[in-house]
Structures are given as structure tokens and as C-alpha cells.
């Protein structure tokens, strides 16, 4: 745990701090690394009635409970025209340019930047589906290209004069197979052209990204960052998914990703990824990720607990981190979207009652991830499978809506930190308090071997911050009985 064979080169306690999770200390080649998080959902959610807390427990608005805990950057997805003709909203948070809007704003105003995903359709775009909005019908390519470009204008305009700080822009979402109902390379192409020439007149300092999944099709992928080289397309940032259940390893991720950062010196981004703290269910309606379908293909490193998604979202941070200067930054996906009515421990018509509530909820305000509205758009899946959140056990707030210890993950990462139950005095990390720890104590002093974080947490005795030869007296006092400074188990 602790041992290293090179020496300190300076005599100080790591920096870690103590907290209900652990997390390795991450060195950011970028300082301005993006610690984003996508809360798309998350206006209908609070239209549903659903409110947030701090992990204190205290009610406060989920942009600043974000930001104290370090995110820095808000991702927002925009369809064009995600409702019927009455008016009834296709579900998925009915995530329009209104309530992008509102995000917007209320990121700015918690010091966060936004990341406009534009999907170019009027609901849930992916390698499945790129279908165009309805308004875009038989429309030709090139005049697609000028409603793609007047659609990000506008927007992109209307975001920033209600005061939202847009930072970033995807042109398409997941387009690894098209965007807009366009699946020819050349017209792909001149799509994404007319969408970054919209950024750049819009403000010629935000980024354009263009976002692909599957990176475990390793040279698929790179194909993709040839394919636009080879097309002329001036884009800024290369983007992927990273779902750890299916999109292959951290170091395939990192190989990927480097391929378009050193080849065509592009930034580079995780724009999703997700990770499950629970198994459980909470508002009656089947997660993506359960007990019966969480690891296909894949042997997951991490534990289904707060302190495994935390380390997950750390790792993946590390993953691009790896990648070098040109390595920008992780979103989260959707990490709010929790029950709107919590069903845990229920069961027969108490359970059935509180479902019947729940799916009134999601087709009045669109927070399930589609309503039966959808059906006239996306017939074969939504239509048929409508219902609510598939990921709220992937979020980082309880079915209560209180933050959970994984949330500081985000701050966290910069300082590392130590668990709570790390014990007092066990330098060396073998869970006692024994003389083996003041020698290792002093060892780091003579700069023969350096402690890690938790071990350096564990030795600084007297929680001055610094490691001395105080620390390792105390012990020898405590073992001798000559000291009650300094109690081992109350210190736990
Ligand atoms: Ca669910």
C-alpha cells in the first residue's frame, strides 16, 4: 500500500483529504480539464415535483449542489421539436430550447460553462437512430445544411441572451453511422461544416466537438477521425462515448483517443459515460443497467457502490487524462435523473398506486425517457417501450433526491482522498497500530520511502498537515502507555 523505493522528494504529508470516499489524486496535464456533467432531464424532473438535496441533507438548487462539488462544465441536449401537434411532449425531459435555456442560465450563474449538444432531431438520436426533424422532411442536403446552420444560430443566440455561457457545441450526437437523416459520408460532411460555420458566427472562441460511440471498434473509430480529415472538416474537439459495460477497456480508450489528439491534433473528450451505484430500481420502470444485464462483454473493475462509480468516473478521467495536453475533459451522463416518485420497498397495490402516479408524472411533464406522445416519431421503440428513467440508479443523488459521497468526485480528483475508515496511526496500512508504523514514519522522514495519500493521512498523528517526528513519538508514547494525546480508535 504504501512502500515506493524512490525517496520523498519533499517531507509533507499528501495532500488527501478525508472523506466517505476514496479517490486517487489525478495530475491534469490540462489545468483546465472539463468536469461536466449532463443534466438534461433535469427541468422536468423538477416540473414533476422532484427536488434536490445537498449530502448535509439541506434543499438547494442542483446547479450550485453541482458546482460546490466541483463540476465545471453543464451539458444540455437540445431537440428541435421533441411534441406533437397538440402540443404533448415526446418524454425524454422534453428537452427543447426552452428548458435549454433555463439550464443555461442557471449553470452561468453557478460559474459553469455549457456544452450545447445539438441532436438534430426531435427526440433521441444515436448510432440507431438519426432520424431529421419532422419540419426538415424531404428536404435536399443543401437545404438541410442551411436549416442545420439557421437552427444553431438562433439557438445558440437565444441560450446566450438569457445568459448562458456556451462553451462548447456538439455538432450531432452519437453520429458514428449519420445525423439529421443523412448517412452518405459527403453529405454528413457538408452537415457538420454548416453546423461548425453557425459556432464559429456565433462565437469564434467556443468549441465544436463532433461525438462518436463505440470506441471498442478500435479502428472503426479511427476511421472516423480520418474521415473527417479526409472530408476538410474544421472541427475542434473528438468526442466518444464511454460506457464501460460495453465500449472496451481504459486503455483502448486512451489509444483511441490519442490516434486523433496526435495525428491531427485535435482535443480530445469523453462526452458520456455512467456508471451504476446501485442494482436496485427506484421509480418502476427497468434500468439499463441491472442484475441481469450489467457486464456484457466486459469484466468491470469497479463495484455497483458509490465509492465504484466514483472510481469509475475517476478512472475514465485518468483514461483521457493519459492522453496528454490535448486530453479536455469528461461529462457525466445524465447524473440527476432520479425517480419522481420513489418505489423502493413498496409492494402490491401500494407499489401498483405509486407506478399509476409515476406514469401520470412522466406523460404530463415528459420526465420518464419517452411517453406514448413519442409514438407518432419513433414507433418501433419509444412508442412501444415508453416508460421512466432507465438510469436512476446511475445518478448521483438517492431515490430522495440527496447527493451521494460519490458526487465530491469531482472535486476530488484533484486533491485525492482518504476514506473515513482509514485508521488513525496505521502507516503501513496492515489495520493496526503497531511500532512498524512509527519506523515507517520516520523512514519517510530520512526520505527513504514515500507514503501514499491514505497512509500519509493515517500517519499525520496530530493533524498538522505535515508528517514530523511528532507523529511517530505519539505513536511510540501510545505503545508505551505514556500518552492518552493521541486515542487510535476514537480518531477512527
Ligand atoms: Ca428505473
Redesign the pocket.
Known amino acids: 500500500m504504501i512502500l515506493s523505493a524512490t525517496a520523498a522528494s519533499a517531507v509533507s504529508r499528501p495532500a488527501a483529504v478525508r472523506r466517505d470516499i476514496a479517490v486517487r489524486k489525478i495530475s491534469f496535464n490540462n489545468p483546465e480539464f472539463i468536469r461536466g456533467m449532463d443534466i438534461s432531464s433535469v427541468i422536468s424532473l423538477e416540473n414533476s415535483g422532484v427536488s434536490f438535496r445537498n449530502a448535509e441533507g439541506e434543499a438547494e438548487d442542483i446547479f450550485k449542489i453541482l458546482s460546490d462539488s466541483g463540476v465545471n462544465y453543464i451539458r444540455v441536449r437540445v431537440w428541435n421539436n421533441p411534441y406533437d401537434k397538440d402540443k404533448n411532449g415526446y418524454g425524454g425531459g422534453n428537452s427543447d430550447l426552452e428548458k435549454a435555456k433555463i439550464i443555461g442560465r442557471r449553470a452561468a450563474e453557478n460559474g459553469m460553462k455549457l456544452l450545447v449538444d445539438f441532436h438534430y432531431s426531435d427526440f433521441w438520436a444515436d448510432p440507431a437512430k438519426q432520424q431529421e426533424p419532422k419540419e426538415w422532411k424531404n428536404l435536399s442536403v443543401s437545404e438541410k445544411c442551411e436549416k442545420l446552420y439557421d437552427y444553431t444560430k438562433t439557438s445558440l443566440d437565444a441560450i446566450k441572451d438569457d445568459g448562458g455561457d456556451v462553451g462548447m457545441v456538439q455538432i450531432g450526437n452519437e453520429t458514428t453511422t449519420g445525423i439529421a437523416g443523412e448517412y452518405a459520408t459527403s453529405n454528413v460532411a457538408k452537415l457538420y461544416k454548416s453546423g461548425i460555420k453557425a459556432v464559429r458566427d456565433f462565437d469564434k472562441n467556443a468549441l465544436t466537438a463532433i461525438h462518436f460511440t463505440n470506441p471498442e471498434r478500435t479502428e472503426a473509430t479511427k476511421d472516423l477521425a480520418d474521415m473527417l480529415s479526409d472530408n476538410q472538416v474544421d472541427y475542434d474537439v473528438f468526442a466518444v462515448s464511454y460506457y464501460p459495460y460495453w465500449h472496451g477497456s481504459l486503455e483502448n480508450l486512451t489509444d483511441v483517443l490519442s490516434y486523433a489528439a496526435k495525428t491531427y491534433g485535435k482535443y480530445v473528450m469523453v462526452a458520456e459515460t455512467s456508471y451504476a451505484y446501485t442494482l436496485d430500481?427506484?421509480?418502476?420502470?427497468?434500468?439499463t443497467v441491472s442484475r441481469w444485464a450489467n457486464n456484457e462483454g466486459e469484466n468491470l473493475l469497479w463495484s455497483f457502490t458509490p465509492q465504484g462509480q466514483a472510481e469509475e468516473v475517476r478512472d475514465v478521467m485518468n483514461a483521457v487524462n493519459n492522453v496528454g495536453e490535448k486530453g479536455l475533459g469528461v461529462f457525466y451522463w445524465e447524473g440527476a435523473w432520479i425517480?419522481v416518485g420513489d418505489t423502493t420497498n413498496l409492494s402490491g397495490s401500494e407499489y401498483n398506486n405509486r407506478l399509476t402516479e409515476n406514469k401520470k408524472l412522466w406523460e404530463s411533464f415528459g420526465s420518464g425517457w419517452a411517453s406514448s406522445k413519442s409514438a407518432e416519431y419513433d414507433p418501433d421503440d419509444a412508442g412501444k417501450y415508453y416508460g421512466?428513467?432507465?438510469?436512476?440508479?446511475q445518478t448521483f443523488f438517492d431515490s430522495k433526491g440527496r447527493a451521494l459521497p460519490s458526487l465530491e468526485v469531482f472535486k476530488l480528483v484533484k486533491t485525492g482522498s482518504v476514506s473515513a475508515d482509514v485508521l488513525s496511526g496505521d502507516a503501513d496500512g496492515d489495520g493496526a497500530v503497531n511500532i512498524n508504523d512509527a519506523t515507517v514514519i520516520q523512514l519517510h522522514l530520512a526520505e527513504k520511502l514515500t507514503l501514499d495519500e491514505a497512509a500519509g493521512y493515517a500517519a499525520d498523528i496530530d493533524r498538522n498537515g505535515e508528517l514530523n517526528i511528532n507523529d511517530a513519538s505519539l505513536i511510540q508514547r501510545y505503545l508505551a502507555r505514556l500518552s492518552t494525546e493521541f486515542e487510535v480508535n476514537t480518531m477512527r
Not at 388 to 393: E, I, P, Q, T
Open positions: 430500481d427506484s421509480d418502476g420502470h427497468a434500468n425517480t421512466g428513467s432507465a438510469v436512476d440508479n
